[in-house]
């Protein structure tokens, strides 16, 4: 079902001055030149809009060379007070999230914030480093968090909203749109739904948790053919049938493996646990230590080595701010009886005082 929305004056010349942009960045002909100028001379506001959203894209040289096209360009330059070319340029920010489909053969493209890549005509890439962690408002109103070292492509298509988790772990709060399902691919996996919250993780031995807060989701497995097509890029998700079996509810945990599926029905308290990455924290009640550890050095390039055996099987309980490692080598000084020693910058040893 398509959906059609009326832009202002205002609107329509940003939307245009970015797709011209974008055709900047193609190479324009010499009847895309005259075209521009055409468009330029209608409004001395096209002009102004123009050159703010070429300012934010830094393709100010650029332009420099197409100067015979600008209508009294130098005068128009000259005379912009300060706080107009500091509204205009704020002004064309507002395309960082826009998608715009190009009416002249170019295709869809994705204008995205620092820190994504666009990496196909309309793929967007967001990652994050070790440590790092990153939330992204989708062009649907999706809201996607990143935690550490994470990677994630995301495609919109006419149809379908598709994600593709490749490591890592996100938080996914789904705007909901019920002509347009979303899915999650990771792995030969398939996590759907037209509007919910959950988190999926996958680890380094591509077990997959999925944890869902809210509402229900439906799981699926690819098929080789369909995963070729994914790769390939000629693959547009089917809508999947829900039952009992394959459905998964707020409140419960999935684990998938090559050789195991379970779920379980997971307390708020432990939802709470699972996902307090989100605001930064580590919290872990009753946790062994050697498991605590191997879920610190996902936020750290430091690696822990235990000189006592017996001190991987030990209860920790606390919360822990992710990343801080003097401040969890501390705790674990005064409140474990575990002392410490750096034999490097990212080599701790372990030991019981």
Request: charged share 25%.
């Amino acid at each position: 079902m398509s959906k059609v929305v009326k832009m202002s004056r205002d609107d329509d010349r940003l939307e245009k001055a970015v797709r011209w942009i974008l055709r900047l960045e193609e190479g324009l002909s010499g009847t895309d030149k005259k075209e521009l100028q055409v468009w330029l001379g209608e409004h001395p506001d096209n002009v102004t809009e123009f050159l703010a959203v070429a300012k934010v894209w830094d393709k100010t040289e650029e332009l420099s060379r197409l100067a015979d096209i600008f209508p009294h360009e130098q005068a128009v330059a000259m005379s912009w007070p300060k706080p107009m070319m500091a509204a205009a340029a704020a002004a064309a920010l507002v395309v960082v999230a826009l998608v715009l489909t190009l009416g002249d053969g170019i295709g869809t493209q994705e204008l995205v914030a620092p820190g994504s890549q666009l990496v196909a005509d309309s793929i967007t890439r967001y990652e994050t480093a070790v440590g790092e962690q990153s939330t992204v408002t989708l062009q649907d109103g999706t809201i996607v968090v990143l935690n550490t070292n994470s990677r994630l492509d995301v495609d919109y298509l006419e149809d379908a909203r598709v994600l593709r988790l490749y490591r890592g772990e996100i938080h996914v709060d789904v705007a909901t749109d019920i002509d347009r399902p979303l899915s999650v691919i990771v792995g030969d996996r398939i996590v759907q739904t037209v509007g919910t919250s959950f988190g999926i993780e996958i680890s380094e031995g591509q077990m997959i948790d999925l944890v869902v807060t809210e509402g229900k989701v439906v799981v699926g497995i690819l098929s080789p053919i369909e995963q070729q097509n994914i790769s390939a890029k000629n693959w547009q998700p089917q809508v999947l049938t829900q039952s009992v079996e394959n459905m998964v509810v707020a409140g419960e945990e999935l684990i998938l493996g090559d050789t195991e599926e379970s779920i379980k029905s997971v307390s708020l308290e432990e939802i709470e646990v699972k996902l307090s990455w989100r605001d930064g924290s580590l919290i872990f009640k009753g946790k062994q230590l050697a498991d605590a550890i191997a879920e610190v050095e996902r936020y750290t390039t430091v690696e822990f080595v235990f000189l006592d055996e017996e001190l991987k099987s030990r209860s920790v309980t606390g919360r822990f701010k992710a990343g801080d490692i003097e401040g969890l080598l501390v705790s674990l000084r005064l409140h474990f009886d575990i002392k410490h020693e750096f034999v490097s910058e990212d080599r701790v040893l372990l030991s019981s005082l």
